[in-house]
């Protein structure tokens, strides 16, 4: 079996993480992971504009085979869901040029993959990323959650394993 190498994306306009994860069969291995933060005092377009140039930039610089993101949970405030929203469109539409079709996660499906509860917080979502990928080291929280998605992709199948390996 060949491995899969997954992108996973925790989108936000003030930190998008991201996560790449190695899959070979049961075998998951860190490859690498970061944080993406634009200025916060930059309007909002160029801020939508630098997460989408550096997620091409990882994509480019890595070449996943598929790409997972973590879906927007919508609370009570509704400017900040909308605001996430826009950012998750920007980390699908920086795959789709790449031409990677992209999983989506809830983010009670990506703690649920990984933790075993779908009602389990950052601080356990990092800790059971350096458990399953000790390579990875201190992750900041937000590309430990990118890592997450990537794991929760993974465990899910992903695409090409399901359409029969690439």
């Not at 490859?31 to 377009?45: D, E, F, S, Y």
């Not at 504009?49 to 480019?60: N, P, T």
């Not at 990875?136 to 997450?148: H, Q, S």
Request: aromatic share 4%; hydrophobic share 45%.
């Amino acid at each position: 079996m060949s491995a899969i190498l997954i992108l996973g994306v925790d989108p936000g306009l003030n930190r998008c993480g991201w996560g790449l994860v190695r899959s070979e069969g049961a075998r998951l291995s860190h490859v690498a992971h970061g944080v993406i933060t634009p200025k916060a005092a930059q309007q909002l377009a160029s801020r939508l504009h630098d997460v989408f140039e550096g997620l091409c930039a990882v994509i480019e610089q890595y070449q996943p085979h598929e790409a997972a993101v973590e879906e927007t949970f919508v609370n009570s405030n509704a400017r900040a869901a909308l605001a996430l929203g826009q950012a998750r469109g920007v980390a699908l539409a920086a795959a789709a040029r790449h031409g990677l079709v992209v999983g989506e996660y809830a983010p009670t499906t990506i703690k649920k993959a990984v933790v075993g509860s779908g009602s389990a917080d950052k601080t356990q979502i990092a800790f059971m990323v350096r458990r399953l990928l000790p390579t990875a080291g201190e992750v900041k929280a937000d590309a430990a959650d990118a890592l997450g998605v990537a794991l929760c992709h993974a465990a899910h199948g992903g695409f090409k394993r399901k359409a029969g390996g690439a």
